[in-house]
């Protein structure tokens, strides 16, 4: 056995373990983006949310105002042999739903936002489930989570008007032409007056796996099957779809039809904001019915968060870098919200 | 007769963990941080080495209540020979209680479970808050008494240069 070293040995492997333990402490810091250059994260987006539209304690941080429902989801069987995910070949699929419209104002008029939402969760016998969050627009303005956060900078309310500066808007659609096919909707789209009879994209494409663990890419859409009409002019109703869409399901249940559409070779299957040709084969997966809404800021839906990559076995994620980054920044969202619940509970 | 080092078996069980603990906590600490296509990847790779590193803590628990151990060294003072057990005692507790906090705030989140594994805690948001934040927070605390384990393993191997760091020495133990 070797005796204690004392003195100047003693100090210099003391000092080196002392500089070992710090490069260790300095990795984990840089690992968890303490020290080294400033990174786009989850919490940066959501902390510009909440910096632009106000903080709302409890609420989501985008997509805020919205109401639960659910119902079921009625596979045609189509989709079966594209996918072995078990919701397209159960016959009735309970279904867990939330509409809403965009933005992080939780008190936001209903008339007032173009984008609406549907998001879904589906549980199927086999245990599993499918969250999808879909939204009006079929495309968006950009591809990559930086180029989207230049985009919610971009639309900063001025203090002024409430109401986001033209001029900055245009610099960056003109520096981001891929935004074209965004603009192009956004130009032509026609609200309806209800969110049953609005269509419902999935924007991020993911890939079916066959029972031959062959992968084909789609993006999906729910189609209502409710006829178009145009929201009216003049709404002075701040909740008007949610009243219409209590109405409606008063007297019976709202359906929507799933339509895949599959991409083909070279279509953008990672670049959410690039459309695909028109003419792209479409398979209708089943129907959506939704037959019963909970009151407002209640029901099973408040509490989920629809994380777009909660997938069954049978669909996967595509690479598209604005996927993960949805995931990452509802997760946080969903943090948030979950902490402020908890405190508003305690003060309760 | 206590044994002069631990038995081979709680050597590999210590490596092993270590390996996947120290990994967990950059893969963890990263992961939140992170809004690319890797956060997705991470947070897999994050539950499948949690559920691994809560089979092992049992395992190890099992090991260590079994199995003898080697004594501290005679001539360490008082305080130390407190702060081994007791740093000791918290490490366990972290092995243990982080995977299960892990299961149970994405229980209490209402997420679905890998391998289709029960629910240990209802779906509850707030229950959520107070375990999502307990992982967190405790993660720190875990790699902070990682840090000062390290710290004084290398002290009594490299500095006071007893028979501890040996007791625990990853490959076939060096003559004397």
Same mark, same amino acid.
């Given at each position: ?58 609420? *989501? ?27 397209? #070949? ?7 739903? *939330? ?8 008190? #936001? ?192 839906? *408040? ?46 | ?176």
């Amino acid at each position: 056995m070797s005796t204690p070293l004392h003195g100047r040995p003693r100090a210099l492997r003391l000092a080196a373990i002392g500089f070992g333990l710090t490069a260790l402490a300095a990795g984990f810091a840089y690992a968890a983006g303490w020290i080294g250059a400033e990174r786009l994260t989850p919490k940066r987006i959501i902390d510009t949310f909440e910096a632009q539209a106000g903080h709302y304690p409890g609420y *989501r941080k985008n997509h805020a105002k919205g109401l639960c429902v659910s119902g079921y989801f009625q596979s045609s069987g189509a989709a079966a042999k594209l996918s072995t995910a078990r919701v397209f #070949s159960q016959a009735r699929v309970p279904v867990i739903g *939330r509409f809403a419209i965009g933005g992080a104002n939780p008190h #936001s008029p209903d008339a007032s936002v173009p984008t609406r939402s549907l998001a879904l969760q589906l549980r199927s016998d086999d245990g599993q489930q499918w969250r999808t969050g879909m939204n009006t627009p079929p495309v968006l303005a950009v591809g990559t989570p930086e180029a989207f956060y230049q985009q919610v900078l971009a639309m900063t309310p001025d203090p002024a008007s409430g109401k986001p500066d033209p001029a900055r808007l245009q610099a960056f659609f003109a520096a981001h032409p891929e935004s074209a096919a965004f603009r192009q909707w956004a130009k032509d789209y026609k609200a309806s007056d209800s969110f049953a009879s609005s269509s419902y994209n999935s924007i991020n494409a993911f890939a079916l796996i066959d029972a031959a663990g062959k992968a084909r890419y789609v993006r999906w859409s729910l189609l209502p099957q409710t006829p178009f009409a145009a929201l009216p002019a003049q709404v002075d109703d701040n909740d008007y779809l949610q009243h219409d869409l209590r109405q409606r399901l008063n007297q019976g249940p709202l359906r929507w039809t799933l339509q895949l559409t599959l991409a083909a070779a070279g279509d953008a299957v990672d670049d959410p904001s690039q459309p695909w040709p028109a003419q792209r084969p479409t398979v209708n997966a089943g129907t959506l019915v939704i037959d019963q809404v909970d009151a407002a800021e209640q029901g099973a839906c *408040r509490d989920l968060n629809f994380d777009p990559l909660i997938l069954p076995s049978g669909i996967q994620p595509s690479a598209d870098p604005i996927l993960a980054a949805r995931s990452a920044a509802y997760s946080e969202s969903f943090n948030r919200r979950s902490r402020e619940a908890a405190q508003l509970g305690a003060r309760r | 007769m206590k044994p002069v080092a631990f038995h081979p078996l709680a050597r590999v069980l210590h490596w092993l963990m270590a390996l996947l603990i120290l990994a967990m906590l950059f893969v963890g600490v990263s992961m939140v941080s992170d809004l690319s296509p890797r956060h997705t990847w991470l947070i897999s790779l994050h539950k499948a080495i949690g559920l691994a590193l809560l089979l092992l803590v049992i395992v190890r628990i099992g090991v260590r209540l079994s199995l003898p151990h080697p004594p501290l060294p005679d001539d360490l003072p008082p305080l130390q020979r407190w702060a081994a057990k007791a740093s000791h005692l918290l490490l366990y507790g972290l092995m243990l209680a982080m995977p299960l906090l892990g299961w149970g705030m994405q229980s209490a989140g209402g997420y679905p479970l890998p391998l289709q594994l029960p629910a240990l805690v209802p779906h509850d948001l707030q229950l959520y808050a107070l375990l999502r934040q307990a992982h967190g927070w405790l993660a720190y605390v875990l790699f902070a008494s990682v840090l000062v384990h390290l710290g004084a393993a290398l002290v009594h191997g490299l500095v006071r240069r007893d028979a501890v760091l040996r007791s625990m020495w990853p490959g076939p133990l060096p003559k004397d």
